[in-house]
């Protein structure tokens, strides 16, 4: 009798799940090279755009800074010259605004008119800032220069019932416009642009709002109220946002 032989059976005949399974586990593992790759190319990417904004950030600060210091030199240099013409202003703690009391335009109690006896030293200091902010490129660190017109507290009516308001405003334009027609052409402020093309002075009014004298009680107090800045702002924030958001780009870093 013949015997025949045993038929043998593969691993997979005997496992019939073996195959799917292997094959998942085969497929899994490429979906995690592949998502491992992807990740690290993303994070390759993030980084790289940090880095670019990093370096942004870092010349943008440079360029703050130049600004500032150019600010701060425009303001030293026309309260230096001033003073050789014998004309005292003052300037702010942070070295933003010249301050141009009373004492050199002779603003009346209610009145905007600057009179001839003071319209030589207005004269001087027009042709001071002109001379300070048209040295070398400094134009271009400058956003807008603003005359701004103060009042003291006492009320007024009239200007139309603008009161106060309208009366710093119009001291404001009062000197804006005597300038205008006292300075020689090449002195003309209005001649000035920023660097995107726009005048670079402005005028405006605070009215009482901003006193140099808070408590107001004497003649003395009312007069340094009524006064002139000049403020002087540049075309960046200043740089401590900047150092801020340079500091939140070094947390974020992978």
């Known amino acids: 009798m013949r015997l025949g032989k045993s038929k ?38 993030i980084q790289k755009e940090l880095k670019e904004r990093q370096v942004q950030f870092e010349q943008e600060l440079v360029e703050l800074k130049k600004a500032e210091q150019v600010r701060r030199t425009i303001l030293d240099e026309a ?27 002779g603003f009346d109690t209610g009145a905007y008119d600057i009179h ?39 009320p007024l009516q009239g200007f139309m019932g603008k009161g106060n308001w309208g009366l710093s405003t119009f001291r404001a334009i009062s000197l804006w416009q005597f300038w205008g027609s006292a300075l ?7 001649r000035l642009t920023n660097k995107d093309g726009k005048p670079l002075f402005s005028v405006s009014g ?6 140099a004298v808070v408590d107001q009680r004497t003649e003395d107090d009312f007069k340094r109220n009524r006064r002139i ?26």
């Not at 003073?83 to 050199?104: A, F, M, Q, W, Y």
């Not at 020689?184 to 209005?190: I, T």
């Not at 800045?229 to 992978?254: G, H, M, N």
């Open 8 to 45: 043998e059976v593969s691993v997979d005949e005997e496992n019939p799940y073996w195959m799917s399974f292997s094959d998942i586990m085969s497929a899994l593992l490429v979906i995690f090279i592949l998502a491992s790759v992807i990740l690290i190319l993303q994070l390759m990417e």
């Open 79 to 105: 309260v230096e010259a001033l003073r050789k013409r014998g004309i005292k202003v003052e300037v702010s703690e942070n070295h933003t605004v010249l301050s141009i009391p009373n004492d050199l335009l």
């Open 116 to 154: 001839a006896a003071y319209q030589a030293r207005a004269l001087e200091i027009g042709k001071v800032i002109n001379e300070v902010i048209s040295r070398e490129d400094r134009v271009e660190f400058l956003d807008t220069i603003f005359i701004e017109g103060h009042t003291d507290n006492r």
């Open 184 to 190: 020689s052409p090449d002195e003309q402020l209005a």
């Open 206 to 211: 605070y009215g009482e709002t901003r006193p």
């Open 229 to 254: 800045d000049i403020r002087f702002t540049i075309r960046r924030p200043d740089s401590a946002q900047y150092e801020q958001v340079r500091e939140r780009l070094e947390e974020v870093k992978p």
